[in-house]
């Protein structure tokens, strides 16, 4: 079965902090995995786009690496702002164009 | 880069009514169109693909008369909640693929979403 599981469910840092978000997946055939921020209310917005081929891919303070052989995924967010604060949804792509599949999403709250 | 409108971005409607939902592609030609719900603190499920000039596909469990899509334009699909009840009130999102232009056709654009209240 494709799915995609994100950790944490959900995470509390201070302004100015790192953290990473994980992301495993087991999809098949793959073709790509996605990052996508989503504030709340609003659809997602592409942050990365990465194949199987690419190792880490960076956007800003946004940085995603992917580990084809062991189908994980992270996205580390540096020097966090209070305007980071939505949740971050990794996606799995399998197969043709059609076919996402989505985690849950980790949401991020960023304090002052 | 490319830009995917939905309209409207909220809607409160009466118990039995029928909703229209807009999602239109604004500087690419979508033949290809997809409607997700969202639930609060939930994933997207992908609800329906719509295709240009043809019946949409739907996902297993939704009711294609319930949720009726039309694309009948290469910019413009819709969803149409019909009958709406309050277990209807949901988070609808639609997303479409420049599959147009070479290095931007893996990237999906999604709406700005429209949150449904079914009173």
């Known amino acids: 079965k494709n799915q995609v599981e994100q950790s944490p469910q959900s995470l509390i840092i201070l302004e100015g902090k790192n953290c990473t978000l994980q992301?495993?997946?087991?999809?098949?055939?793959?073709?790509?995995l996605r990052w996508y921020k989503q504030d709340t209310g609003r659809g997602p917005v592409s942050l990365t786009i990465?194949?199987?081929?690419?190792n880490t891919k960076s956007n800003g303070r946004y940085t995603a690496t992917l580990d084809a052989d062991t189908k994980q995924s992270s996205l580390h967010i540096t020097a966090s702002q209070l305007s980071d604060s939505a949740s971050y949804i990794c996606v799995a792509s399998s197969g043709g164009y059609n076919k996402l599949i989505f985690g849950a999403g980790t949401r991020l709250a960023v304090h002052p | 880069g490319a830009v995917v409108s939905q309209h409207p971005s909220w809607v409160i409607c009466k118990s039995g009514t029928s909703v229209k939902i807009e999602c239109r592609s604004l500087d690419f030609q979508a033949t290809t169109m997809f409607w997700y719900r969202q639930f609060p603190k939930q994933s997207l499920m992908l609800m329906a693909t719509?295709?240009?000039?043809?019946?949409?596909?739907?996902e297993q469990g939704v009711e294609k008369d319930k949720f009726l899509i039309n694309h009948a334009s290469l910019t413009l699909s819709t969803l149409t909640v019909t009958s709406a009840h309050p277990e209807d009130s949901s988070f609808y999102i639609c997303?479409?693929?420049?599959?147009?232009?070479?290095?931007?056709?893996?990237?999906?654009?999604f709406g700005q979403g429209t949150r449904l209240t079914v009173v």
């Open positions: 719509s295709n240009e000039g043809s019946k949409a596909t739907y």
């Open positions: 997303s479409a693929r420049d599959f147009g232009q070479t290095g931007r056709n893996t990237e999906a654009f």
């Open positions: 990465m194949t199987f081929s690419e």
């Open positions: 992301c495993n997946y087991t999809v098949s055939p793959f073709s790509n």
